[in-house]
């Protein structure tokens, strides 16, 4: 049998049976099928239609154990024909799924064993592939590596090998840093696969464009390189997308940071793009209400706040004045109202509707905070003082809460 690619493989196999015959990859999307043989179901039809079926199937096959198995074995499909399942593995690492449809109710001996035996030749091509894959992401995730250094001259060469690879052309004007962080560090070694599989799910979400990605423990990052700025929608599905596989690899309850960098023109320009990316993403980790996915340019003060090292946002965080009005707040009103007060650009109405208070009892509250942080909110430079004191706050008290992977 001929190993020179897996449609030979899948081919020869299903002409010799007389049967479909189709190659997943681990994650149950379609590498391969051969032509029916009036055996396809309607499972098999979207399969090949879509490269991929739905999620609730798939976690019911992954229930069967597939993923552990190691030679091949018959799966119940609800809706569906039975199937052959056969591993494709290769140095014992698993690569993929070989599926033959049971339409007759039986496999013989010699067609489980040609099942195998193809599963395994397929084993072998997918680990070349493998291994010319790692080598080709590696030497790319070297490149974007010095692309973002702090060196200009390192910055010079990885543009020139970057245009080098031939990735893209010269129509590709636009280059966008989307950052994704672990939110806790625990077994982040263990769940390092998971993690770069998740963001290679996000690259292939990018399929009108180029997508390229770093990875390490618990950080990652993809360049977006494109024809137009990114589309709000697409970014979101990336960000889904890595989600949502990083769930179904790991826990349900898995949760990423994301930050968004600006769109840059120029490929020098990347490293700025990615600085804010990373920025972004501290601020989806650190600031309730930003969500899972922050964007650069969306972050009003916080864009220079965040750029503080967090030794000397932590010691100067509590402002004197901030600091007296938060020892002076017995009953937690006064730092809430003040909040809220610069949240509505100081209107009055909008303040009080807001607190569900009267206007009354806000000017009284506004008169009590000016007495105590000797500060006039009538005047520009002290409302500047203690808006960003609260700002500073906020940051500090998720910096003392927040527990970085590294």
Not at 206 to 230: E, K, S, Y
Request: charged letters at 25%; proline letters at 3%; aromatic letters at 6%.
């Amino acid at each position: 049998m001929s190993d020179a690619d897996l449609q030979s493989i899948v081919d020869e196999l299903a002409e010799h049976l007389q049967r479909s015959v189709a190659i997943d990859d681990p994650s149950i999307r379609l590498i391969a099928a051969s032509r029916h043989f009036g055996d396809e179901d309607a499972l098999r039809i979207r399969s090949v239609l879509d490269r991929a079926i739905e999620p609730a199937v798939v976690e019911h096959l992954f229930a069967q154990g597939i993923a552990r198995w190691t030679g091949p074995g018959v799966v119940a499909v609800e809706n569906a024909l039975p199937r052959l399942c056969a591993p494709v593995r290769c140095n014992g690492m698993l690569l993929g799924y070989l599926w033959l449809i049971d339409a007759g109710g039986s496999f013989t001996e010699a067609e489980i064993a040609a099942a195998d035996e193809a599963a395994a030749t397929a084993g072998t091509v997918l680990y070349r592939r493998l291994l010319l894959h790692e080598r080709s992401k590696a030497r790319q995730e070297a490149i974007l590596r010095e692309l973002v250094s702090p060196d200009a001259a390192v910055r010079g060469l990885a543009i020139a090998d970057l245009h080098a690879e031939q990735l893209f052309g010269d129509d590709f004007g636009h280059f966008t840093v989307l950052s994704v962080q672990r939110r806790t560090a625990e077994d982040a070694a263990a769940h390092q696969v998971a993690f770069e599989a998740a963001l290679e799910e996000g690259v292939r979400a990018v399929t009108d464009d180029v997508a390229l990605m770093v990875a390490n423990r618990a950080r990652g990052w993809i360049l977006l390189i494109q024809r137009h700025p990114p589309a709000r929608a697409l970014v979101d599905t990336i960000a889904d997308r890595v989600t949502t596989r990083l769930r179904r690899l790991t826990e349900p309850s898995a949760r990423l940071a994301f930050g968004l960098g600006n769109t840059v023109t120029d490929l020098r320009s990347v490293a700025l793009s990615y600085e804010h990316a990373t920025l972004a993403a501290r601020a989806a980790l650190l600031l309730p209400g930003t969500g899972d996915l922050a964007r650069w340019g969306e972050l009003g003060p916080y864009e220079l706040l965040l750029k503080l090292p967090a030794d000397d946002l932590l010691t100067t965080a509590l402002t004197p004045a901030v600091a007296a009005l938060e020892q002076a707040d017995n009953h937690a009103d006064l730092i809430g109202t003040l909040t809220t007060f610069f949240d509505h650009a100081g209107n009055i109405q909008r303040t009080a509707d807001s607190l569900t208070i009267h206007r009354a009892t806000l000017y009284q509250r506004l008169k009590r905070i000016e007495q105590i942080t000797g500060c006039s909110l009538d005047n520009g430079d002290d409302r500047l003082v203690l808006h960003l004191g609260l700002k500073l706050r906020t940051l500090a008290a998720a910096y003392r809460g927040q527990t970085y992977p590294n």
